[in-house]
């Protein structure tokens, strides 16, 4: 039941966040825009001194930069001035039509002015300057002179990070300045009534959204302003801002209710994971057993074949291709099958017939039924018959884990399996959580702090249970301790002398639990050591293992990939109804102008 709500979760959340993730995606590509300053200077003829501070971030080559000012709406705009900034270093360019190295090109039309800026870089920070006046921008009706100005237009293909737009009237202490946002809702704007300035500051822009301002004033501080209509239109102003601030408010409240609705449902369901684990363990807690006393070393090989020992280690409920590969070994060292080289490869042949069912099928199926060797099981796996051999060897697998319930108490599996499940589970919805914070721009670090806490505990709590709670039966506990001490002894087996333990023949039947356990090389060197050339080389076994073109170096590996090749076919302040300092609004006043850039 639990896991059907989480994965019904799982769902609705992606859903959600396919919709609103892209919003806060920073924009990829081989730049940024690091830094964006704006200086607008309102003149008491209704101009606009303009500059515009732009922080690039080059991570590539590049040419330049070019630059889009809409004047649709205005009285057209000076000649421009360009800079680039490096460090304390600034370098004025030249207008030029030349395309030439540290030049700019201006292109106008009746409704734009387009600079192209050629400045050859690479990997580099740069700041690039534009200086000029925007003409006619303020409009003096009679009980009011407004500017409504569309700053940046939604002609940026990347995102704007770190934007202030600071714009100044003539005169100090206006008590009737009004001003208004619109774009990104998470923008704040300062009405500075004392020093006539109005401030936008914005962490981020998203690629082609766009910042408006709407800004009325009295008409005495654009006093030269020949731009005069004789009408009034200060309350149909406030009117249309009214109903633009009170829908920002209100989606702002929608937003804010959306975040804590989620952010709610999903402490409920870590709320619940937790006490439904918590009332599963209090009603069963696992079996107990008797724990043997641990052993160091053992000389005893495991009374079991190298798959079903490494079964019993790993807590698997069928063998894999490194037990196959360690059960042929021990064929072979009982003299049973035998392996030989066979030009570029390694051929298997059956000495007796296989007792193995995955060895008789490839012996008599994909092999000659004698022989078979390891390009033929290769081919097998790229052809018509991979679903068989697939098929063959998890008939295998499951054949090899045969009688291992009994040395298993899978009770106590299944609860440290929940505990793992649940510390999973918590994990995956705190990421989702965490996401969601990012994306309403909310409490970003208080979360991620709650949340990491809750992992680490959801994690210490599964790493507990699975020392505490035993996977093994009375029986299980017996042999894994015995298995336990063999494999510790073959990892410390340079402190051994291996032929005071036994002959060669006896290292001959350990070498394929060496396999499994990942300790041939320790096990094969110390070989070289305690043995000599001659008893070596008279070994079945042992010259196998030996080189880098053995049969465990490179067949080994070829065998196994020749069949498992087959298996595994931000919400922002509230906005001002009076045109006081607060946050943005969405939507538009209707304002003209704006401008966008990029790289070339």
Same mark, same amino acid.
């Given at each position: 039941?639990?896991?059907?709500?989480l994965?019904?979760?799982f769902?609705?959340?992606?859903?959600?966040?396919?919709?609103?993730?892209?919003?806060i995606?920073?924009?990829s590509?081989?730049?940024?825009?690091?830094?964006y300053?704006?200086?607008?200077?309102?003149?008491k003829?209704?101009?606009?001194?303009?500059?515009?501070?732009? !922080?690039?971030?080059?991570?590539?080559?590049?040419?330049?930069?070019?630059?889009n000012?809409s004047?649709?709406?205005?009285?057209?705009?000076?000649?421009?001035?360009?800079?680039?900034?490096?460090?304390?270093?600034?370098?004025?360019?030249?207008?030029?039509?030349?395309?030439?190295?540290?030049?700019?090109?201006?292109?106008?039309?009746?409704?734009?002015?387009?600079?192209?800026?050629?400045?050859?870089?690479?990997? !580099?920070?740069?700041?690039?300057v534009?200086?000029?006046?925007?003409?006619?921008?303020?409009?003096?009706?009679?009980?009011?002179?407004?500017?409504?100005?569309?700053?940046?237009?939604?002609?940026?293909?990347k995102?704007?990070?770190?934007?202030?737009?600071?714009?100044?009237?003539?005169?100090?202490?206006?008590?009737e300045?009004k001003a208004?946002?619109?774009?990104?809702?998470?923008?704040?704007?300062?009405?500075?009534?004392?020093?006539?300035?109005?401030?936008?500051?914005?962490?981020?822009?998203?690629?082609?959204?766009?910042v408006?301002?709407?800004?009325?004033?009295?008409?005495?501080?654009?006093? !030269?302003?020949?731009?005069?209509?004789n009408?009034?239109k200060?309350?149909?102003?406030?009117?249309?801002?009214?109903?633009?601030?009170?829908?920002?408010?209100?989606?702002?409240?929608?937003?804010?209710?959306?975040?804590?609705?989620?952010?709610?449902?999903?402490?409920l369901?870590l709320?619940?994971?937790?006490?439904?684990?918590? *009332?599963?363990?209090?009603?069963?807690?696992?079996?107990?057993?008797?724990?043997?006393?641990?052993?160091?070393?053992?000389?005893?090989?495991?009374?079991?074949?190298?798959?079903?020992?490494?079964?019993?280690?790993?807590?698997?409920?069928?063998?894999?291709s490194?037990?196959?590969?360690? !059960?042929?070994?021990?064929?072979?060292?009982?003299?049973?099958m035998?392996?030989?080289?066979?030009?570029?490869?390694?051929?298997?042949?059956?000495?007796?017939?296989?007792?193995?069912?995955?060895?008789k099928?490839?012996?008599?199926?994909?092999?000659?039924?004698?022989?078979?060797? %390891?390009?033929?099981?290769?081919?097998?796996?790229?052809?018509f018959?991979?679903?068989?051999?697939?098929q063959?060897?998890?008939?295998w697998s499951?054949?090899?884990?045969?009688?291992?319930?009994?040395?298993?108490?899978?009770?106590?599996?299944?609860? *440290?399996?929940?505990?793992?499940?649940?510390?999973?589970?918590?994990?995956?919805?705190?990421?989702?959580?965490?996401?969601?914070?990012?994306?309403?721009?909310?409490?970003?670090? %208080?979360?991620? *702090?709650?949340?990491?806490? %809750?992992?680490?505990?959801?994690?210490?709590?599964?790493?507990?249970?699975?020392?505490k709670?035993?996977?093994?039966?009375d029986?299980?506990?017996e042999?894994?301790?015995?298995?336990?001490?063999?494999?510790?002894?073959?990892?410390?087996?340079?402190?051994?002398k291996?032929?005071?333990?036994?002959?060669?023949?006896?290292?001959?039947?350990?070498?394929?639990?060496?396999?499994?356990?990942?300790?041939?090389d320790?096990?094969i060197?110390?070989?070289?050591?305690?043995?000599?050339?001659?008893?070596?080389?008279?070994?079945?076994? *042992?010259?196998?293992?030996?080189?880098?073109?053995?049969?465990?170096?490179?067949?080994?590996?070829?065998?196994q990939?020749?069949?498992?090749?087959?298996?595994?076919?931000g919400?922002?302040?509230?906005?001002?109804?009076?045109?006081?300092?607060?946050?943005?609004?969405?939507?538009?006043?209707?304002?003209?102008?704006?401008?966008?850039?990029?790289?070339?």
């Amino acid at each position: 039941m639990m896991r059907k709500i989480l994965e019904t979760m799982f769902i609705c959340l992606g859903i959600f966040l396919f919709f609103q993730f892209p919003t806060i995606v920073k924009a990829s590509g081989n730049y940024q825009i690091e830094k964006y300053n704006i200086k607008a200077d309102i003149q008491k003829n209704g101009d606009i001194e303009l500059t515009q501070k732009i !922080d690039y971030q080059f991570n590539g080559d590049f040419h330049g930069v070019y630059y889009n000012q809409s004047i649709k709406g205005s009285k057209g705009a000076t000649d421009p001035e360009v800079y680039i900034k490096k460090g304390k270093q600034t370098t004025k360019l030249m207008p030029n039509d030349s395309g030439q190295n540290n030049t700019f090109k201006v292109n106008r039309t009746n409704n734009l002015m387009k600079l192209k800026v050629y400045h050859t870089t690479s990997n !580099d920070n740069l700041t690039f300057v534009y200086k000029y006046r925007l003409l006619g921008m303020v409009t003096n009706y009679r009980d009011t002179a407004e500017l409504n100005w569309l700053v940046i237009n939604q002609g940026w293909d990347k995102n704007l990070h770190n934007v202030k737009i600071a714009i100044n009237l003539p005169q100090r202490n206006i008590p009737e300045l009004k001003a208004w946002s619109h774009g990104p809702l998470s923008g704040y704007t300062k009405v500075d009534q004392k020093k006539a300035r109005v401030v936008m500051t914005l962490g981020i822009i998203p690629a082609h959204d766009h910042v408006e301002t709407h800004m009325i004033f009295p008409t005495d501080v654009t006093s !030269d302003n020949p731009n005069v209509i004789n009408k009034d239109k200060k309350s149909k102003i406030l009117n249309q801002e009214k109903q633009l601030v009170l829908n920002a408010n209100a989606s702002r409240k929608r937003r804010i209710w959306i975040y804590r609705s989620l952010m709610i449902f999903g402490a409920l369901v870590l709320m619940i994971i937790y006490l439904v684990r918590l *009332v599963g363990f209090l009603k069963n807690r696992g079996n107990k057993h008797i724990i043997p006393t641990p052993l160091y070393h053992s000389f005893n090989e495991p009374r079991f074949l190298p798959s079903f020992t490494k079964i019993l280690l790993d807590r698997s409920d069928k063998a894999d291709s490194l037990g196959l590969t360690a !059960d042929l070994l021990v064929e072979v060292g009982k003299r049973r099958m035998k392996i030989e080289k066979f030009g570029s490869t390694y051929e298997i042949i059956a000495l007796k017939e296989p007792s193995n069912s995955f060895f008789k099928y490839l012996i008599e199926e994909i092999g000659d039924g004698k022989k078979v060797n %390891l390009r033929q099981i290769k081919s097998a796996g790229q052809s018509f018959k991979r679903k068989k051999l697939n098929q063959e060897f998890d008939k295998w697998s499951k054949n090899a884990a045969k009688g291992r319930k009994k040395y298993f108490d899978q009770e106590n599996i299944d609860i *440290v399996d929940d505990f793992r499940f649940m510390a999973i589970a918590i994990s995956i919805i705190s990421a989702v959580i965490f996401v969601i914070s990012l994306i309403f721009n909310r409490n970003v670090l %208080l979360t991620a *702090v709650v949340l990491a806490v %809750l992992i680490s505990i959801s994690w210490l709590i599964w790493i507990g249970a699975k020392k505490k709670i035993t996977p093994y039966s009375d029986l299980g506990e017996e042999e894994v301790n015995q298995i336990l001490a063999f494999k510790r002894m073959l990892k410390d087996i340079d402190d051994i002398k291996m032929a005071e333990v036994g002959d060669l023949i006896l290292w001959e039947q350990f070498l394929p639990y060496a396999v499994v356990f990942g300790v041939s090389d320790k096990v094969i060197k110390a070989l070289k050591i305690n043995f000599s050339t001659e008893e070596i080389n008279q070994s079945l076994i *042992v010259p196998f293992y030996f080189g880098a073109n053995s049969f465990i170096s490179s067949g080994a590996s070829s065998f196994q990939s020749s069949f498992t090749s087959a298996l595994t076919s931000g919400a922002g302040s509230s906005s001002s109804i009076s045109g006081g300092s607060g946050g943005f609004t969405g939507g538009s006043s209707g304002g003209f102008g704006g401008g966008s850039g990029g790289a070339f």
